[in-house]
T-cell receptor
Framework: NAGVTQTPKFQVLKTGQSMTLQCAQD?????MYWYRQDPGMGLRLIYY???????DKGEVPNGYNVSRLNKREFSLRLESAAPSQTSVYFC??????????FGQGTRLTVV | GENVEQHPSTLSVQEGDSAVIKCTYS??????FPWYKQELGKRPQLIID?????GEKKDQRIAVTLNKTAKHFSLHITETQPEDSAVYFC????????????FGKGTMLLVSP
């Protein structure tokens, strides 16, 4: 039982490059989330998927897209990376109204 | 949407002292309030949670209280130890299939030996 697995752990991109962050959970959770964490800003929600087949914008969705590939997997795509997207990204999953489990995080630097 | 305010942003205490972190929420439909601890370079992990039908919950040195009328909840850590040093986040969510988990901005707790 691996929990929430997130890849990659580290990434450096040049401005304008694209990349996809992968997230998979093996706990049969319905809801999955992508957060970004910046100093002093806490965890801000980018996108979430309440169930397979649905996705919704969170607090800071601009510059990102997501895909809920199946119940297990929820990916986050940066189409044209910008320095403002330098951050630590966390994927999380949970059942409704219960504890959220987080992946180990992706530290992304855009130069 | 839900808005969660958390105070203080930093808290320094001496080993053995108590620490209290306070949060307020805006959505009266919220009914689940977890607290997460994040050590440096690690992922957030749940330390305690409380539901709206309970006013207080304890787990060894940590406790959480909830005041639904005032829409605030607090984390209490007694007999603090250096290993309690971390960033603590409160969060709130409603019991809805489309509800999100909204976090406060975090409190950095520093426990000095």
């Amino acid at each position: 039982n691996a929990g929430v697995t997130q890849t990659p752990k580290f990434q450096v991109l040049k401005t304008g490059q694209s990349m996809t962050l992968q997230c998979a959970q093996d706990m049969n959770h319905n809801s999955m989330y992508w957060y970004r964490q910046d100093p002093g800003m806490g965890l801000r929600l980018i996108y979430y998927s309440a169930s397979e087949g649905t996705t919704d914008k969170g607090e800071v969705p601009n510059g990102y897209n997501v895909s809920r590939l199946n119940k297990r997997e929820f990916s986050l795509r940066l189409e044209s990376a910008a320095p403002s997207q330098t951050s630590v990204y966390f994927c999380a999953s949970r059942l409704m109204n219960t504890e959220a489990f987080f992946g180990q995080g992706t530290r992304l630097t855009v130069v | 949407g839900e808005n969660v305010e958390q105070h203080p942003s930093t808290l320094s205490v001496q080993e053995g002292d108590s620490a209290v972190i306070k949060c307020t929420y805006s959505d009266s439909a919220s009914n689940y309030f977890p607290w997460y601890k994040q050590e440096l370079g690690k992922r957030p992990q749940l330390i305690i949670d409380i539901r709206s039908n309970v006013g207080e919950k304890k787990d060894q040195r940590i406790a959480v209280t909830l005041n639904k009328t005032a829409k605030h909840f607090s984390l209490h850590i007694t007999e603090t130890q250096p290993e309690d040093s971390a960033v603590y986040f409160c969060a709130a969510t409603a019991n809805s299939g489309y509800s999100t988990l909204t976090f406060g901005k975090g409190t950095m707790l520093l426990v000095s030996p």
